[in-house]
């Protein structure tokens, strides 16, 4: 029995694949993101984050109501 061996020989594929400069962009308001405060663009974005998580919008309900006595209105 001869088996053929296939020999598919030095075949160098080249990496087809591109470089893709991927920028990262800011979750709050989807501008570019600055390293400094990645993933945010800005220390205004991080702290809007932030704030989402303080406002309570991902912890625990509370039986207390809210005291608004600051509003960020702008
Ligand atoms: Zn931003």
């Known amino acids: 029995m001869s ?3 296939a020999n598919s020989g030095n075949v160098v594929k ?3 694949n591109k470089k893709k400069v991927l920028a990262k962009l800011c979750p709050i308001c989807a501008k570019s993101a600055a390293d400094e405060y990645s993933p ?3 220390r ?3 702290n809007a984050d932030l704030g989402n998580w303080l ?3 991902y912890g625990v309900p509370t039986d207390e109501t809210p005291d608004f006595d600051h509003n960020d209105d702008d």
């Open 14 to 16: 080249l990496n087809p």
């Open 55 to 57: 406002d309570g919008k």
């Open 3 to 5: 088996e053929k061996t």
């Open 44 to 46: 205004r974005c991080a």
């Open 40 to 42: 945010f663009c800005s």
